[in-house]
DNA sequence: TGTATTTGGAAAATATTGTAAAAATTAGGC
DNA sequence: GCCTAATTTTTACAATATTTTCCAAATACA
């Protein structure tokens, strides 16, 4: 089986060095998938799964930045930006957002080459199967499809994203803000309470296994396998 | 609990720059370990445990490469080069011997310590030590489980914070106005007897190990073995 | 005996959960 | 396209539950 990458890159030239530089080096371990554009980046992010996304900065359409906070909603994907702006604030924002590493143009193939290896096998442990389980719980990111106790559940956008990061998050303890970050992005200002509230509600779509979520208190929650 | 870093690094200024910096923005979170040569980091390297290396490569006695090399021996404990040396063939040989990232001087305090949270966070999974232990007592600061003679115990916020903090210092005496600083604050204003009742509690919820928590009078609490 | 610590209980402060309705978003029909 | 209906998300507030604090009596210690 081999590694699913995303490469989002408007620059034609660059575009075509990667990929014949992976096709060349990497054979078939390798599948690369490209986008010239933020737009098209952003589908292929929401609708399929990759082990690794390679985004430029500054693209026509959504921005790099978007493109990786899109993809932190959904996924511990490791993130590699690739870009022009060598600006200690784009560098520090993006890992900010959650980014692995950070490669200035221009750079070098080989470099480039290196450090995907580097992230793919220190990631290797989290590359995302299709199905994610903890206990009576479970979740498809293909179908997107819930199973609680056996039975599937319909959950709510919101919902849905909500156990996919506490199941990426397993027997850990989430905080309010690390999951308010994470879903609604760094600058949400609302009320904090409101994740109270989606909770509720995903235990109680969960039925029985709601159970598995357990609230620690002044700390977050957590989903344990009881 | 805190992660444990390990700097390896002949130059004095710099090594004084990086723990100050870490000092500064990472507080208790960061345990800092430093060897100014390369043998003794070796010596580190091979009879403790880290989370994370930062290693310099031209050092006197042994260099980074081959503390690397010892380091990817006995664990995949993350790897950063840390280097004056920007040559490509330099940094390839880096990945090539199981590096995640490599940073060439002089470099930006707040990028390498972006760099670090980064790979921390990646490897969380593998991260060895977040479990503490005295006795019967055991703490996870990662999952905020705490175990006393073999079950799991729930604490409230502040008998948890109280139990982190003599394990932190355990086998040490605890001053009443130590642990009231670290957990209330230099400006509490309240009734200094208030830590009493907590331990109380604090006792109480950890069973028959509650009795590794001796009374030191007049000086204040320690946690024993027995 | 006087000082320090432990204990129990109740009030005060916080945190979480439940309910309901307003606002925003989406989907379908015309 | 535009409007309406249905769903989802957000907000606000009331109800519960938990934790922290305070106080005073009881016990232990030097």
Known sequence: MSYRLLLVEDDNSIRETIEDYLRAKGGED???TVAANGDEGRF???SEEFDLLMLDIMLPGVDGFSL???ARRKSDVPIIF???RGREDDILYGYELGCDDYIVKPFSLPQLFAKVKALLSRAAGNISGQVMTCGEIS????TFQVFSGGREV????????ILHFLLRHRQNVCTREAILVALWGYEYEGDERILDNHMKKLRKALG???KQIKTVITKGYKLVEL
Chains 1, 2 share one sequence.
């Open 30 to 32: 390798y599948n690369l």
């Open 44 to 46: 292929l992010i929401e």
């Open 68 to 70: 990786c906070r899109t």
């Open 82 to 84: 690739l870009t022009a």
């Open 139 to 142: 979740l498809n990111t293909r």
């Open 154 to 161: 319909e959950l709510a956008p919101k919902e849905y994203e």
């Open 208 to 210: 029985d296994a709601g």
